[in-house]
């Protein structure tokens, strides 16, 4: 069963130096055809399928927010128009903070938007310019004062540690600030260097200084105890919240359930089947112009497939995975698949079973990708 739907704006005004998704600068573009073609996109896949226990809906990108009032605006009817919207409980939306306007808030808020995820990753000038950001700290203070006047109660901020140049210091003190916000959900993130971009450009030539392994391991380590001691908990590898507040569509990925992808280089996995959209936007648009759903490449899982991504999906939450909910799901029981890997994890204190659940130890948290890869059969 779908439980929620993805819809990706690929604009932006500004390409951040370590971001591999599909995006393109908005100068130019396409943008109402787009936003046009979003809404027959939305039409076609809900002309022969039943979304009405659709859970969450997730506008990401690319930055949503790049768009004009009057474009979002024309994006949320579609969305109004052709998904029932009376079981969605958390419709977020990606923002910038120097992007987010009182206009477009109020847009977003009546639009049915009740959750946004701001992409902040730090609170110092030097690092900000590194990444390739555009905004400043007082954007970030008086979007999100803006954003409650308005209504919004669920607010997000992306961090980042692990940055080049970054030191402990700045990273102790980006989560004060963080903290000095007082929201209900963080997300903090090491930095990947990805290939296709900037960065990964910079450290091919040697030009990328990047924190050592200890450092960063010593971020992670100080992040989950400020988390802690703030009475935030740590519902995933990198995720925090208050109670009430945890990220219900990222849930959806982390418990392996199934979501619609819609948009240019979209991604979604239904009836055991993932797939993508064509990312390129005259591909995308001429599909879709064509009556077809633009999916460019689909793959059928197979059960060995869906068992591996229920582990290293899975064990990114604490709370870890069920066994009973493994057996029901597979008809067989992680034992009987993993016995090897199981007893070498326990014993190296990586994982641990806690009643029905397999779950990583604090130290597992650390070495998080080598664990996952013990369970690619």
Same mark, same amino acid.
């Given at each position: 069963?779908?439980?929620?739907?993805?819809?990706?704006?690929?604009?932006? *005004?500004?390409?951040?130096?370590?971001? @591999?998704?599909?995006?393109?600068?908005?100068?130019?573009?396409?943008?109402?055809?787009?936003? %046009?073609?979003? &809404?027959?996109?939305?039409?076609?896949? #809900?002309?022969?399928?039943?979304?009405?226990?659709? %859970?969450?809906?997730?506008?990401?990108?690319?930055?949503? !927010?790049?768009?004009?009032?009057?474009?979002?605006?024309?994006?949320?009817?579609?969305?109004?128009?052709?998904?029932?919207?009376?079981?969605?409980?958390?419709? !977020?939306?990606?923002?910038?903070?120097?992007?987010?306007?009182?206009?477009?808030?109020?847009?977003?808020?009546?639009?049915?938007?009740?959750?946004?995820?701001?992409?902040?990753?730090?609170?110092?000038? @030097?690092?900000?310019?590194?990444? =390739?950001?555009?905004?400043?700290?007082?954007?970030?203070?008086? !979007?999100?004062?803006?954003?409650?006047?308005?209504?919004?109660?669920?607010?997000?901020?992306?961090? +980042?540690?692990?940055?080049?140049?970054?030191?402990?210091?700045?990273?102790?003190?980006?989560?004060?600030?963080?903290?000095?916000?007082?929201?209900?959900?963080?997300?903090?993130?090491?930095?990947?260097?990805?290939?296709?971009?900037?960065?990964?450009?910079?450290?091919?030539?040697?030009?990328?200084?990047?924190?050592?392994? @200890?450092? /960063?391991?010593? +971020?992670?380590?100080?992040? +989950?105890?400020?988390?802690?001691?703030?009475?935030? *908990?740590?519902?995933?590898?990198?995720?925090?919240?208050?109670?009430?507040?945890?990220?219900?569509?990222?849930?959806?990925?982390?418990?392996? @359930? /199934?979501?619609?992808? +819609?948009?240019?280089?979209?991604? =979604?996995?239904?009836?055991?089947?993932?797939?993508?959209?064509?990312?390129?936007?005259?591909?995308?648009?001429?599909?879709?112009?064509?009556?077809?759903?633009?999916?460019? /490449?689909?793959?059928?899982? #197979?059960?060995?497939?869906?068992? $591996? $991504?229920?582990?290293?999906? &899975?064990?990114?939450?604490?709370?870890?995975?069920?066994?009973?909910?493994?057996?029901?799901?597979?008809?067989? #029981?992680? $034992?009987?698949?993993?016995?090897?890997?199981?007893?070498?994890?326990?014993?190296?204190?990586?994982?641990?079973?806690?009643?029905?659940?397999?779950?990583?130890?604090?130290?597992?948290?650390?070495? =998080?990708?080598?664990?996952?890869?013990?369970?690619?059969?």
């Amino acid at each position: 069963m779908v439980r929620g739907i993805y819809i990706h704006i690929p604009f932006c *005004h500004q390409i951040c130096n370590y971001c @591999d998704f599909n995006k393109v600068f908005f100068k130019n573009q396409p943008v109402d055809e787009y936003i %046009e073609a979003l &809404g027959e996109e939305m039409r076609l896949w #809900t002309a022969n399928h039943d979304f009405h226990n659709i %859970e969450t809906i997730f506008l990401g990108g690319g930055t949503p !927010t790049s768009l004009s009032p009057k474009q979002l605006n024309k994006l949320l009817s579609f969305i109004q128009m052709y998904i029932p919207l009376e079981h969605v409980t958390e419709f !977020t939306s990606e923002a910038n903070p120097d992007e987010l306007t009182k206009e477009k808030l109020e847009v977003l808020y009546q639009g049915g938007v009740n959750r946004l995820s701001l992409g902040v990753q730090a609170f110092q000038e @030097d690092l900000l310019k590194k990444l =390739g950001r555009t905004h400043s700290n007082d954007h970030v203070f008086h !979007t999100i004062d803006e954003a409650r006047r308005i209504g919004f109660d669920n607010i997000s901020i992306d961090l +980042m540690y692990g940055l080049p140049g970054q030191t402990m210091q700045q990273w102790k003190e980006t989560l004060n600030i963080a903290f000095s916000l007082q929201l209900p959900h963080y997300s903090a993130y090491s930095l990947i260097v990805e290939p296709k971009t900037i960065f990964y450009n910079l450290m091919t030539k040697r030009k990328l200084r990047l924190p050592s392994e @200890d450092l /960063e391991a010593d +971020m992670y380590d100080v992040l +989950m105890q400020q988390m802690e001691q703030h009475d935030l *908990h740590q519902y995933e590898i990198s995720n925090f919240s208050r109670r009430g507040y945890s990220s219900i569509h990222n849930q959806i990925y982390w418990d392996n @359930d /199934e979501y619609v992808g +819609m948009g240019a280089g979209a991604h =979604g996995y239904i009836n055991g089947i993932r797939y993508s959209n064509h990312g390129p936007l005259k591909k995308y648009m001429k599909s879709i112009a064509d009556g077809e759903k633009s999916i460019y /490449e689909t793959h059928i899982e #197979t059960k060995q497939e869906r068992i $591996e $991504e229920e582990l290293f999906l &899975g064990l990114r939450k604490t709370m870890g995975v069920s066994k009973k909910h493994f057996y029901e799901k597979f008809n067989c #029981t992680i $034992e009987s698949v993993y016995e090897k890997q199981l007893q070498a994890l326990l014993q190296k204190e990586l994982i641990v079973t806690e009643g029905d659940y397999i779950k990583l130890t604090r130290n597992g948290r650390f070495v =998080g990708n080598e664990v996952f890869e013990e369970f690619l059969l």
